[in-house]
């Protein structure tokens, strides 16, 4: 019976300390008026979802003769524990952040065959759950999300979501806005 106890009183604080850690993102990334700060480590420290490849259009009759390559790759990454929120309830816990790193590509012939592989940072993507509404005058803020855009020297280009972001997530608005069919991670084992 105590052994019982221990455990549950044990995950319920791996729970808490995770809700908090979540919820920390307004105290450690976002200021008071919504501005958003880089995260530093996110690519050592962060989970990595998966990598969407934007592929070249082919301006040859089929796609087996073009071997255009990659224009882009986009490497998504979140904080430690969102893939198992998300997997225990299907959705982002608010303060879930979700960073899509945009590369340039290079595309050359190697052993293996035509290989495209990312050779500049072009900027971030940032997407930052918010359930409870918090900054409704702000027009990086809404749909349940804080949407930003930066550049590869960290300067915020995006002046209005609706206008730069939504239009892109529309096709993905039953899954709120997120391409989630991209990150099999999400799924349970």
């Known amino acids: 019976m105590k052994i019982v106890t221990v455990v549950i009183a044990l995950s319920c604080c791996a729970v808490s300390i995770a809700d908090d850690s979540f919820t920390s993102t307004y105290e450690s990334l976002v200021d008071d008026a919504g501005n958003i700060t880089m995260p530093k480590t996110f690519q050592s420290d962060w989970t990595f979802l998966g990598t969407w490849s934007i592929a070249k259009e082919d301006v040859e009759t089929s796609a087996a003769a073009s071997g255009h390559g990659a224009a882009a790759l986009h490497n998504v990454y979140t904080q430690p524990g969102i893939v198992e929120a998300f997997r225990n309830t299907g959705t982002f816990p608010d303060g879930a952040v979700l960073i899509k790193e945009l590369l340039d590509t290079e595309t050359a012939q ?60 529309i096709p993905a608005k039953q899954n709120d806005w997120i391409y989630t069919e991209g990150y099999p991670i999400l799924q349970k084992p």
Request: aromatic share 16%.
């Open 110 to 169: 190697m052993t293996t065959g035509k290989v495209s592989r990312g050779n500049k940072i072009e900027g971030w993507f940032v997407m930052v759950k918010d359930t409870e509404g918090r900054f409704l005058d702000n027009k990086l803020w809404g749909d349940g999300w804080g949407w930003f855009l930066f550049d590869a020297s960290n300067n915020l280009t995006t002046k209005d979501y609706k206008a730069e972001c939504l239009g892109c997530h």
